[in-house]
């Protein structure tokens, strides 16, 4: 008992995240993690919840959106599943949403993340406070994956090498980048005349010593590149 046996469960290929998150590419097979990845948000994302039946706790409800923890699509569930599996968490809708970003299914992944933030509106629930098993729980911070995702950004702290790659409005998208030594904005814009992308970097706080930035060697210091 308390298994999921046939099920679709949503945070099956969390490994596979976290090797995209650190660059190591897909360390199982493309198509099989695409095809998986898919099919979880098409078996587990509930555009209305107001048929879901669950009779554990409740962090989402009636007509609201979001993504079970597993699913049965093809039958299955084991008389007594595992005692979670009903239940909706931000810390798995959000490891899902980045893995889907990840995979090039970016409308699919910014559905989810939409999902969880119109749940935490600061009407019905505290948009400061993603509860799960008790406030402020720290699963929750797997949306920094998103971020992630969605610039396309990597650090090797060892060779000093930073790139960013957006899956979004690469003609017009900036965005906050943090490393070791430091933090700060990233943007990059479409020339209006020769339509090549040109890009900036802005140094908030520390520095970027010797960095390679998307191939470019610089020096700086809490300023504008």
């Known amino acids: 008992r308390y298994q999921y046996g046939d099920g679709c469960l949503s945070d099956q290929l969390l490994g596979q995240l976290l090797a995209h998150v650190v660059d190591l590419g897909h360390i199982l097979p493309e198509d099989h993690v695409k095809k998986t990845i898919k099919s979880i948000y098409k078996y587990n994302f509930r ?3 107001g048929s879901h ?6 962090y989402a409800l009636n007509n609201e959106k979001g993504l079970l923890l597993c699913s049965w699509p093809k039958g299955g569930r084991p008389r007594l599943p595992f005692v979670y ?3 909706v968490w931000t810390g798995i809708e959000y490891q899902v949403a980045a893995h889907l970003i990840y995979e ?3 409308k699919e992944g910014l559905t989810i993340a939409k999902a969880v933030r119109e749940r935490h509106d600061g009407y019905r629930r505290n948009p400061w406070n993603e509860v799960e098993c008790g406030n402020h729980y720290v699963r929750s911070m797997a949306s920094w994956a998103i971020l992630l995702a969605l ?5 090797d702290m060892v060779k000093k090498i930073m790139s960013f790659d957006p899956a979004i409005n690469q003609d017009n998208f900036s965005t906050f980048w943090s490393t070791g030594k430091g933090w700060g904005i990233y943007t990059q814009k479409a ?3 020769t339509g090549e992308l040109e890009w900036t970097i802005e140094v908030l706080y520390g520095n ?7 191939g470019k060697k610089i020096q700086a210091d809490s300023s504008r590149i």
């Open 47 to 49: 555009k209305d919840l």
């Open 53 to 58: 039946h669950n009779v554990q706790r409740t």
């Open 85 to 87: 599996s009903d239940e």
């Open 104 to 106: 090039g299914f970016i």
């Open 151 to 155: 610039s396309g950004f990597k650090y």
């Open 191 to 193: 020339n209006p005349k």
């Open 208 to 214: 970027l010593e010797d960095v390679q930035v998307n």
